[in-house]
């Protein structure tokens, strides 16, 4: 292999150099025809030598310094693209709604309450309501404050049953969130025992309330 | 005076470097004579025959000066038809096994000439043969010659294509009609001091091929006596019978009459005019890849050389193209990367603002899922009254119920209850009875599950003596379904 190269780079250099029918060509002419060969190979060294040292630095430069402004852009993108407007819109008007359903201070408790009072009244039962401590809920955004109820059912009441029904649904629709929670009805002989009745009523928790 | 030679050489070279057209030069060199034909397109344009004896490679060169003078060569090409003592014809007969084998047998002959003789350049021309083996007529030029001769053309920068052994003209004057075929013919040609004679078979197929040391002109006996051999030989070696005899040239009818004598009176001489500027018209139309061309390899080098050269220019050009159109993309890139930069650059505090505007929408989003589940969409049902009412239903005339109770288990996020009352019967009967009021519990929408252990039925008696008229009972169990 040793000796091989220095006749396969001489043949290179004949093939390159070869001036045709002149074989004694002196140096300047062997120059002259190898200039064609030599002259665009040193234009494709220079070319390649700026291409991949400058112009591909300075493009990946542009670009290191551009990833993080694009992933910026794109995480813009993503938050923009991850809610509709109309879902943002949807879910307000829920939250608006499902605020409703809060009872958010003692005095519309008292009012609730009062309200409910009537209703039983309304349906021959007298209803005593007593509201208790609200509970601890660490993790919710609402607190349970419970609410013990009484129902007793005047003698001249001629539905009891019927009555007693009607006023369990008007919890459900009494626009507030009313949790019943337990309810245990006892007939002694063809009397009604008084009915008890366990409530639950949703509230905002303080911070929540500050925030609403 | 090689100094001289080589420097007025150069000095010719230099002053044709720029004057050059696609004439070809044709030379005949045979054994003395010296004939020179510059053909175009290969029709024959000028010719031109020394005067003097050319025997030496000195007076060779003096008569190519004169010659390419004479004719106003302007071309590069020449070629060369050679007879000359230093070019040896050789017949071989070489295995008939296959064109490897003939060769490879062939390289072997040669090596063994080169070893007493140095190296040549060596070609094979075939020959009818009439046994199995294949004949052959080995061409075989010193190569020392053949560069004396190559290199005072190439420095005059004249490139020689071809050179061809006398044979090869000779068979091309059989087979282009000048002489009749149809049956064997011995020619003969003049080759300077020599003659050149070729035995041929009736479809112009070669057999033989000799060089005589003796002239029709000078010493026509002496070759009547040959030629008669060769008529001979042809006979004994290749059963031909050859009744005629071709002689291309000029000849008397003194020389027919001797020459008839010596072939025999049943031999036909025939006289065809034929000279060497005819043989180098005949040679000037062959290919130089012509098989008997001695620099057939020197030739097909050259152009290797020359597509090399070409290739690697064009590849270079391409590659200048390719890498000029891929940096002039490559500077669009950047452009557009510089531009790209610069506009997020311009946003990108907007940007800061709004990811950070965005985040906080969805904090808040999610706060208000979480706050909807839990108000609205985690409220407890109303269980205990649609039981109650569910209970009261199904209840039948004979069961009185005294307790009902419902409450939900915050641990397990179900349901509880619990029903006592009584019925009016004996035990059969409130078995029976509560047993079709759990089955219609469990298939209804709640699909109550009653704790087994729970369920109580005692009798109830009013006065000691009495059979009991009805019973109490106590079930408990849980609900499934809201």
Same mark, same amino acid.
């Given at each position: 292999?040793?000796?091989?190269?220095?006749?396969?780079?001489?043949?290179?250099?004949?093939?390159?150099?070869?001036?045709?029918?002149?074989?004694?060509?002196?140096?300047?002419?062997?120059?002259?025809?190898?200039?064609?060969?030599?002259?665009?190979?040193?234009?494709?060294?220079?070319?390649?030598?700026? =291409?991949?040292?400058?112009?591909?630095?300075?493009?990946?430069?542009?670009?290191?310094?551009?990833?993080?402004?694009?992933?910026?852009?794109?995480?813009?993108?993503?938050?923009?693209?991850?809610?509709?407007?109309?879902?943002?819109?949807?879910?307000?008007?829920?939250?608006?709604?499902?605020?409703?359903?809060?009872?958010?201070?003692?005095?519309?408790?008292?009012?609730?309450?009062?309200?409910?009072?009537?209703?039983?009244?309304?349906?021959?039962?007298?209803?005593?309501?007593?509201?208790?401590?609200?509970?601890?809920?660490?993790?919710?955004?609402?607190?349970?404050?419970?609410?013990?109820?009484?129902?007793?059912?005047?003698?001249?009441?001629?539905?009891?049953?019927?009555?007693?029904?009607?006023?369990?649904?008007?919890?459900?629709?009494?626009?507030?969130?009313?949790?019943?929670?337990?309810?245990?009805? =006892?007939?002694?002989?063809?009397?009604?025992?008084?009915?008890?009745?366990?409530?639950?009523?949703?509230?905002?928790?303080?911070?929540?309330?500050?925030?609403? | 005076?090689?100094?001289?030679?080589?420097?007025?050489?150069?000095?010719?070279?230099?002053?044709?470097?720029?004057?050059?057209?696609?004439?070809?030069?044709?030379?005949?060199?045979?054994?003395? @004579?010296?004939?020179?034909?510059?053909?175009?397109?290969?029709?024959?344009?000028?010719?031109?025959?020394?005067?003097?004896?050319?025997?030496?490679?000195?007076?060779?060169?003096?008569?190519?000066?004169?010659?390419?003078?004479?004719?106003? +060569? %302007?071309?590069? $090409?020449?070629?060369?038809?050679?007879?000359?003592?230093?070019?040896?014809?050789? *017949?071989?007969?070489? *295995?008939?096994?296959?064109?490897?084998?003939?060769?490879?047998?062939?390289?072997?002959?040669?090596?063994?000439? @080169?070893?007493?003789?140095?190296?040549?350049?060596?070609?094979?021309?075939?020959?009818?043969?009439?046994?199995?083996?294949?004949?052959?007529?080995?061409?075989?030029?010193?190569?020392?010659?053949?560069?004396?001769?190559?290199?005072?053309?190439?420095?005059?920068? +004249?490139?020689?294509?071809?050179?061809?052994?006398?044979?090869?003209?000779?068979?091309?004057?059989?087979?282009?009609?000048?002489?009749?075929?149809?049956? *064997?013919?011995?020619?003969?040609?003049?080759?300077?001091?020599?003659?050149?004679?070729? #035995?041929?078979?009736?479809?112009?197929?070669?057999?033989?091929?000799?060089?005589?040391? #003796?002239?029709?002109?000078?010493?026509?006996?002496?070759?009547?006596?040959?030629?008669?051999?060769?008529?001979?030989?042809?006979?004994?070696?290749?059963?031909?019978?050859?009744?005629?005899?071709?002689?291309?040239?000029?000849?008397? #009818?003194?020389?027919?009459? $001797?020459?008839?004598?010596?072939?025999? @009176?049943?031999?036909?001489?025939?006289?065809?005019?034929?000279?060497?500027?005819?043989?180098?018209?005949?040679?000037?139309?062959?290919?130089?890849?012509? *098989?008997?061309?001695?620099?057939?390899?020197?030739?097909?080098?050259?152009?290797?050389?020359?597509?090399?050269?070409?290739?690697?220019?064009?590849?270079?050009?391409?590659?200048?193209?390719?890498?000029?159109?891929?940096?002039?993309?490559?500077?669009?890139?950047?452009?557009?990367?510089?531009?790209?930069?610069?506009?997020?650059?311009?946003?990108?505090? #907007?940007?800061?603002?709004?990811?950070?505007?965005?985040?906080?929408?969805?904090?808040?989003?999610?706060?208000?899922?979480? +706050? !909807?589940?839990?108000?609205? @969409?985690?409220?407890?049902?109303?269980?205990?009254?649609?039981?109650?009412?569910?209970?009261? %239903?199904?209840?039948?005339?004979?069961?009185?119920?005294?307790?009902?109770?419902?409450?939900?288990?915050?641990?397990?996020?179900?349901?509880?209850?619990?029903?006592?009352?009584?019925?009016?019967?004996? $035990?059969?009967?409130?078995?029976?009875?509560?047993?079709?009021?759990?089955?219609?519990?469990?298939?209804?929408?709640?699909?109550?599950?009653?704790?087994?252990?729970?369920?109580?039925?005692?009798?109830?008696? !009013?006065?000691?003596?009495?059979?009991?008229?009805?019973?109490?009972?106590?079930?408990?169990?849980?609900?499934?379904?809201?």
């Amino acid at each position: 292999m040793k000796t091989k190269t220095p006749s396969r780079g001489q043949a290179f250099w004949q093939v390159l150099t070869e001036v045709p029918g002149w074989p004694d060509a002196p140096v300047s002419a062997r120059v002259r025809r190898a200039l064609p060969v030599v002259l665009p190979l040193i234009a494709l060294f220079v070319l390649a030598v700026w =291409r991949w040292n400058s112009l591909e630095a300075q493009l990946q430069a542009y670009r290191a310094e551009t990833r993080p402004l694009l992933a910026l852009e794109n995480e813009v993108f993503r938050l923009e693209n991850s809610v509709s407007p109309e879902a943002v819109a949807e879910l307000n008007e829920r939250a608006v709604v499902a605020s409703r359903l809060l009872v958010k201070t003692p005095e519309e408790i008292t009012a609730l309450m009062t309200g409910l009072k009537n209703e039983a009244e309304a349906r021959g039962f007298d209803a005593t309501w007593t509201v208790g401590e609200s509970e601890e809920n660490e993790d919710g955004v609402v607190t349970f404050t419970p609410v013990r109820g009484k129902l007793t059912a005047k003698p001249n009441i001629a539905d009891p049953f019927n009555g007693l029904l009607a006023m369990l649904d008007r919890l459900q629709a009494a626009g507030k969130r009313i949790d019943l929670m337990r309810l245990s009805v =006892r007939v002694d002989e063809q009397k009604w025992r008084p009915v008890e009745v366990n409530l639950r009523l949703a509230q905002p928790k303080e911070h929540e309330k500050a925030s609403q | 005076m090689s100094e001289t030679r080589t420097s007025s050489s150069s000095a010719h070279a230099r002053s044709r470097f720029r004057r050059r057209s696609n004439d070809t030069l044709g030379i005949a060199w045979l054994h003395g @004579e010296f004939h020179a034909a510059v053909f175009r397109r290969q029709s024959l344009v000028r010719a031109w025959t020394c005067s003097e004896t050319v025997d030496t490679l000195p007076a060779f060169e003096a008569a190519f000066d004169a010659a390419t003078a004479a004719v106003d +060569f %302007s071309g590069v $090409e020449v070629f060369l038809i050679l007879a000359h003592e230093q070019f040896v014809h050789q *017949p071989e007969q070489a *295995p008939p096994f296959s064109e490897a084998a003939a060769r490879s047998y062939l390289r072997g002959r040669v090596e063994r000439f @080169e070893k007493e003789h140095g190296p040549v350049l060596w070609v094979s021309q075939r020959m009818a043969s009439v046994r199995q083996d294949a004949a052959y007529l080995l061409h075989m030029l010193p190569a020392a010659f053949y560069d004396g001769i190559n290199s005072l053309l190439l420095a005059r920068r +004249f490139d020689l294509t071809r050179v061809l052994p006398a044979s090869v003209p000779l068979q091309l004057v059989l087979e282009s009609g000048g002489v009749a075929k149809g049956q *064997p013919v011995l020619l003969a040609a003049a080759t300077g001091s020599t003659t050149a004679v070729l #035995a041929a078979k009736a479809d112009a197929e070669a057999l033989f091929s000799r060089t005589l040391q #003796a002239g029709w002109d000078r010493d026509p006996a002496r070759l009547g006596v040959e030629l008669n051999r060769s008529l001979l030989y042809a006979k004994q070696q290749f059963g031909v019978a050859m009744n005629r005899v071709c002689l291309l040239g000029a000849a008397d #009818a003194a020389t027919r009459a $001797e020459l008839q004598a010596r072939c025999g @009176e049943d031999r036909t001489i025939d006289v065809v005019a034929s000279s060497p500027t005819d043989w180098l018209h005949a040679v000037a139309r062959l290919s130089a890849r012509h *098989p008997v061309n001695l620099v057939a390899g020197y030739l097909g080098r050259k152009r290797r050389n020359q597509l090399i050269r070409r290739s690697l220019i064009a590849a270079c050009w391409l590659g200048i193209a390719v890498l000029g159109l891929d940096a002039w993309a490559t500077t669009l890139r950047t452009q557009e990367a510089r531009m790209r930069l610069e506009e997020l650059g311009a946003n990108q505090a #907007a940007m800061y603002q709004r990811r950070a505007e965005l985040i906080a929408r969805n904090q808040t989003m999610d706060t208000q899922r979480r +706050f !909807i589940a839990q108000v609205d @969409e985690e409220r407890v049902p109303s269980v205990p009254g649609k039981l109650l009412a569910y209970v009261a %239903s199904v209840i039948p005339q004979t069961v009185a119920l005294t307790e009902f109770q419902c409450r939900h288990d915050p641990a397990t996020a179900r349901w509880r209850f619990r029903l006592e009352g009584r019925v009016d019967g004996d $035990e059969e009967t409130a078995h029976d009875l509560l047993t079709s009021l759990q089955r219609q519990l469990t298939r209804s929408v709640f699909q109550a599950r009653f704790d087994d252990t729970a369920r109580v039925i005692v009798p109830v008696s !009013i006065a000691a003596d009495a059979l009991p008229d009805s019973q109490r009972f106590a079930v408990e169990g849980g609900l499934f379904e809201n």
